[in-house]
């Protein structure tokens, strides 16, 4: 990883560059260094240019994707390490990207020397499953294990996942001898290439069902419900995705699983409001506690606590709970929660509350001189009728 440069400058772009200018850089690097222009070249020449394609090819496959391009400019190559569903980048396929930049079905062998080996072997892939998960608060604070009912497509038992008969063995598809795939040479602006596409008879399994399984209709795969355990981490926020690789569906005829993508829905809490990983509670105080102070209670993501509110508290003021809000994901700590202060004013008052404000505004503007007693017995009136 230490030796890797860093994606935008491989691509020759910048760090705000769109989509198009991404795929346009990579479309140029692409071609300059593809193994079929590169044949009047040494051998070092020839392997130099094999690894800058790759190179390039792999800071596509990052930054033309919306989220890992987002990890990428967050946490750099360390996205990579990071453990649990979700992290680092995945793989890729160059010749799936190719198809993607210019069209077509590319294929050039292994890389061995660039060109002159055997055509990839197709490897069936199971679908993805998508389901949604609601989290409330606590779950995002402290993480949470959540067990679902997930309805997969698995291996049916019948035929082994075949999808043939019991004991009848598959034909080779006589369309692409086995291969699974149908090649086509045409002439290029990179040269003469093999345009590879998937054998339409077959499928792409290179293999002929003569007698179906009855179990599966000669799908190889059938329903079923599995429980299945997800750890939520810590700190995660509403629409992030989460993957379990290989929890997706089984691929017919054997193969790689897909994988079981979860999509987080925090849910909105009543009292407390979540920026980041701190907790924001807007605190309403009344006109004797922000004038007396005094204790007050107010709700956190684990209960309740008590806070001390200082004698003549503005109305704007920001307390502060330290620890008391969500944990990183990526541990770099715990966020706080964050008490706005705020003071109810009453929009009706009967004489009495109307004689107590206007004493304490005059004693305040300094046309009456009270004594300690009468200001004394000012507040506690103030402080019955806000009580």
Do not use: W
Request: proline share 4%.
């Amino acid at each position: 990883m230490a030796n890797k440069r860093d994606y935008y400058e491989v691509l020759g772009v910048s760090k705000q560059a769109t989509e198009e200018e991404i795929k346009k850089a990579y479309r140029k690097l692409a071609i300059q260094y593809h193994p079929d222009r590169q044949h009047d070249k040494t051998e070092a020449e020839k392997k130099e240019a094999e690894e800058k394609f790759k190179e390039a090819a792999e800071a596509y496959s990052v930054l033309s994707d919306k989220d890992k391009r987002a990890r990428y400019d967050q946490f750099g190559f360390d996205a990579e390490q990071m453990g649990g569903p979700g992290g680092g980048f995945g793989g890729f396929d160059i010749n799936d990207i190719l198809n993607q930049v210019f069209g077509g079905g590319f294929n050039f062998g292994g890389f061995g020397g660039f060109g002159g080996g055997q055509s990839r072997q197709r490897v069936n892939r199971g679908s993805d499953l998508r389901v949604r998960v609601k989290v409330t608060l606590a779950d995002v604070a402290h993480g949470v294990e959540k067990k679902l009912k997930i309805p997969r497509q698995v291996s049916c038992q019948a035929c082994h996942g075949t999808g043939a008969k019991n004991g009848t063995a598959l034909e080779t598809c006589s369309e692409c001898q086995g291969t699974g795939v149908k090649v086509h040479v045409q002439r290029t602006m990179f040269g003469v290439m093999q345009n590879q596409t998937t054998c339409p008879k077959c499928g792409g399994s290179g293999k002929i069902i003569k007698d179906r399984c009855h179990e599966c209709g000669g799908h190889g795969l059938k329903r079923k419900e599995e429980i299945v355990s997800i750890n939520i981490p810590a700190g995660v926020a509403n629409g992030m995705m989460l993957k379990m690789s290989g929890r997706g569906n089984d691929a017919p005829g054997g193969g790689v699983p897909g994988n079981l993508l979860i999509v987080i829905e925090e849910v909105a809490d009543a009292q407390l409001v979540r920026e980041g990983n701190d907790i924001i509670y807007n605190l309403m105080l009344d006109i004797p506690t922000a004038v007396f102070g005094g204790k007050v209670e107010v709700p956190t993501i684990d209960g309740q606590a008590r806070v001390t509110i200082k004698p003549g508290t503005q109305p704007g003021t920001v307390l502060r709970l330290r620890g008391k809000g969500v944990s990183d994901p990526n541990q770099y700590g715990i966020g706080d929660e964050l008490i706005n202060v705020m003071v109810y004013v009453p929009e009706a008052l009967n004489a009495d509350e109307r004689k107590a404000i206007e004493q304490l505004r005059e004693s305040k503007s300094g046309n009456i001189k009270p004594t300690e007693s009468t200001r004394q017995r000012i507040f506690s009136r103030l402080r019955h009728i806000f009580d």
